[in-house]
């Protein structure tokens, strides 16, 4: 059984920073295509980045270029999100997600995604 497991959320005011965490355990490929999501109250979930299987290859939501850096280290079987200059805008739950598929492959659809974490919670104010 896989388990990813989100930390690193919180409240911050309007230009801060988070680092969000995901640990991954059981029986997952440490080489398979991850990603982040998100769910603001009322709005329907929405990708927020992606990374292939070796680390290479990211790709990113038009909403958060430029802001948010995805990572992973497959030594540690965890994955990263860093945010920064955090808008009102990015106030939402923060989803781990790790597909099956092995390569190098960035994918953002999130029904090709698997396995999912509980979410941590990331609340910007003014």
């Known amino acids: 059984q896989v388990q990813l497991i989100e930390s690193g959320g919180g409240s911050v005011q309007a230009g801060g920073s988070l680092r969000l965490t995901c640990v991954v355990s059981?029986?997952?490929?440490?080489?398979?295509?991850m990603g982040w999501f998100r769910q603001a109250p009322g709005k329907e979930r929405e990708f927020v980045a992606g990374?292939?299987?070796?680390?290479?290859?990211?790709f990113y939501a038009d909403a958060v270029k430029d802001r948010f850096i995805i990572s992973r280290d497959n030594a540690k079987n965890t994955q990263f999100l860093q945010l920064n200059n955090l808008t009102l805008e990015d106030t939402a739950k923060y989803y781990c997600?790790?597909?099956?598929?092995?390569?190098?492959?960035?994918?953002?659809?999130?029904?090709?995604?698997?396995?999912w974490g509980q979410g941590t919670q990331v609340t910007v104010s003014s």
């Open positions: 997600a790790a597909t099956r598929i092995y390569g190098d492959y960035v994918l953002m659809g999130a029904h090709v995604y698997e396995c």
């Open positions: 059981g029986e997952l490929h440490s080489y398979c295509s």
């Open positions: 990374i292939s299987g070796t680390g290479t290859r990211t």
